[in-house]
């Protein structure tokens, strides 16, 4: 059976994050496999011209609103409901973000369809659509089989590759107009956290430091590492919580996902709670002074040493080689 599948893009003050690039990939895979067609429903301000970057979609569902420069949570269900049933969906993807989160569960209230939230993986076997959701914070991962491949999925940021989303030409245009619809939510404005700090998720190089780094003295070290490789540093939970540094750089189910080239690991032990934020790493090389420190297990490259005694080599030998020493 053919799947013709909904993505809800989210975009925000002109730009769409990565969130929805990952969704477009996962359906356009699923939508090759199978035969069908993937729809792409982006609305608010701006849509008209964000939806022409939306290459993966076969169709851009554009619901333009100049008024919104947030689309009302109302206006978007009963968007995606016509949707669902003009173009016979059997998937929907929504994002488990603060933009997108409790659309899912309303949609599933008014369109029949069954959903599954903290998705973080979509795989097809012996016929039947499997998906697997993370739940208690990765704790327990659930395998659900879809009847009829049917559902509506809120994808985790992070689990799926945003490149096979980006892809370089243009989806049919299909305006679409606003439901009229009664709503007791209004968008008044948007506050945003103060600038300063960097985007952890979007960095293609993390040096990420743990209780080996010792003390907070020790953090301009991974730093200058960080520099050098062209990277930004980032923590499991325990160097947050003592303050050494801020949340925005905090990896794991209660962090950010992140997806980096090279995720260099020094002084983490690797739990599960870390490993679920960082799974999505191309290359992960640990340093730990524990031989049977868990992040060995899915380590591509590691050492058995103090990280502190291995970081001004490792800048040192980088520097070399690029010739900046």
């Known amino acids: 059976m053919s799947a013709s599948i909904i993505v809800l893009v989210e975009h925000l003050k002109g730009n769409i994050p990565e969130i929805s690039y990952e969704m477009l990939g996962v359906a356009r895979k699923i939508a090759d496999a199978s035969g069908g067609k993937v729809y792409a429903l982006i609305a608010g301000k701006g849509s008209s011209a964000l939806a022409t ?16 420069d947030v ?11 016509q949707a669902i049933n ?23 209230l008014r369109s029949g369809m069954p959903f599954i939230n903290w998705v973080k993986d979509i795989k097809t076997t012996e016929g039947e659509m499997v998906v697997t959701s993370a739940l208690f914070g990765g704790k327990v991962l659930s395998d659900i089989v879809l009847k009829d491949k049917k559902g509506i999925l809120g994808i985790l940021s992070g689990v799926f590759p945003p490149d096979a989303g980006k892809i370089a030409k243009q989806p049919s245009i299909e305006h679409i107009a606003k439901p009229e619809i009664k709503s007791k ?50 923590s499991s939970r325990p160097v947050v919580d003592q303050g050494w540094l801020p949340l925005t750089r905090q990896v794991g189910k209660s962090g950010m996902n992140v997806s980096p080239e090279l995720y260099l690991a020094l002084g983490i032990s690797g739990a599960p709670e870390h490993y679920e934020g960082m799974k999505g790493a191309k ?34 030998e980088i520097q070399k080689r690029k010739g900046t020493q």
């Open 185 to 234: 939510i209004t968008f008044r404005s948007l506050m945003e956290p103060k600038a300063g700090d960097i985007d952890i998720s979007r960095m293609d190089v993390l040096v990420s430091v743990g209780r080996g780094i010792q003390s907070p003295d020790n953090i301009p070290l991974a730093e200058e590492l960080a520099n050098a490789l062209g990277g930004a540093v980032s």
């Open 283 to 316: 290359l992960v090389v640990a340093i730990n002074t524990d031989p049977k420190a868990p992040i060995f297990d899915f380590a591509h490259y590691g050492a058995v040493v103090d990280c502190l005694e291995i970081i001004e080599l490792l800048k040192e």
């Open 86 to 108: 003009e173009k016979q969906a059997t998937l929907v993807l929504v994002g488990c973000t603060n933009i997108s989160f409790g659309i899912g569960t309303r949609l599933a």
């Open 71 to 81: 689309m009302n949570d109302d206006v978007l269900i009963e968007a995606l409901k």
């Open 53 to 68: 970057g939306l290459g993966a979609a076969d169709v851009a569902l554009v619901l333009e609103d100049s008024s919104a």
